[in-house]
């Protein structure tokens, strides 16, 4: 199995950035995509998370109401999108994949490579 991640870079404050996964090498009917980050010197954590259907969606308390989570299960891809971006949403951003996903990283069996996201104040 393998998830490559992409979409990250360097944007101002307040602007926005779509990052996206593909994975490949199985099928992935039910599972469970997600989000997390790891900022600098701090434990990786959790930013969203979406069900196989679509219908239902988890999100961090600090990206609520900026962050939106979708997938395409015809390519296997999920989606961050981003808005509002602040300096601290500055991060190394990892999909991962699972049957029993949630917001514990114990709830993924795959991960990606991760992106770097760097907002600038």
């Known amino acids: 199995v393998q998830l490559q991640a992409s979409g990250g870079g360097l944007v101002q404050a307040g602007g926005s950035l779509r990052l996206s996964c593909a994975a490949s090498?199985?099928?992935?009917?039910?599972?469970?995509m997600g989000w997390f980050r790891q900022a600098p010197g701090k434990e990786r954590e959790f930013v969203a998370s979406?069900?196989?259907?679509?219908?239902?969606?988890l999100y961090a308390d600090s990206v609520k109401g900026r962050f939106t989570i979708s997938r395409d299960n015809a390519k296997d891809t999920v989606y961050l999108q981003m808005r509002s971006l602040k300096p601290e949403d500055t991060a190394v951003y990892y999909c991962a994949i699972g049957n029993r996903g949630g917001s514990h990283a114990s709830g993924y069996d795959y991960w990606g490579q991760g992106t770097l996201v760097t907002v600038s104040s």
């Open positions: 090498g199985r099928t992935f009917i039910g599972t469970v």
């Open positions: 979406i069900s196989w259907s679509g219908l239902t969606a």
